[in-house]
């Protein structure tokens, strides 16, 4: 489920204290976001390591600024023993001939710790354009 709004500011970073809705930035995976989501108890320590990874990966031609870090809710369930990040792609094919979407799919990858390269490689693999609506948001 998603709100009807995505978080549209320019934000690329949120901490506890200002972090949208998760149904918010669902709402922007459907418009070609990629979201790293990060265990809370993480967050005072990698702060300027997110801060780098978000410029670094938003430069990128396959994420078009739409790569978010954002902290998970814990009310939503916890991640998996050992995992502190995952990310997450909402992606379809989409026609843009006819506007169908067709095979949609949400994608994730949880990780034990912050890597670049990781990052780098799912941003790759699961571009900005793969989603049910990329031009939008």
């Not at 790293?36 to 005072?44: M, N, Q």
């Not at 994420?63 to 995992?83: T, V």
């Not at 095979?103 to 941003?123: K, S, Y």
Request: aromatic share 12%.
């Amino acid at each position: 489920q998603h709100f009807a709004v995505p978080a549209v500011d320019k934000r690329r970073v949120y901490t506890v204290a200002d972090a949208p809705r998760i149904e918010t930035l669902v709402h922007n995976l459907e418009h070609g976001y990629t979201i790293l989501w990060y265990d809370r108890s993480v967050e005072k320590e990698q702060a300027a390591s997110f801060e780098a990874l978000s410029t670094k990966i938003n430069a990128m031609k396959e994420s078009a600024n739409k790569f978010i870090i954002s902290p998970w809710d814990p009310a939503y369930g916890a991640f998996p023993e050992g995992k502190k990040y995952a990310l997450s792609h909402w992606s379809a094919d989409y026609d843009q001939a006819s506007g169908k979407v067709s095979n949609q799919r949400g994608l994730r990858q949880l990780c034990g710790g912050l890597n670049a390269t990781v990052v780098e490689n799912f941003v790759k693999k699961f571009p900005w354009s793969s989603a049910p609506e990329p031009g939008a948001a």
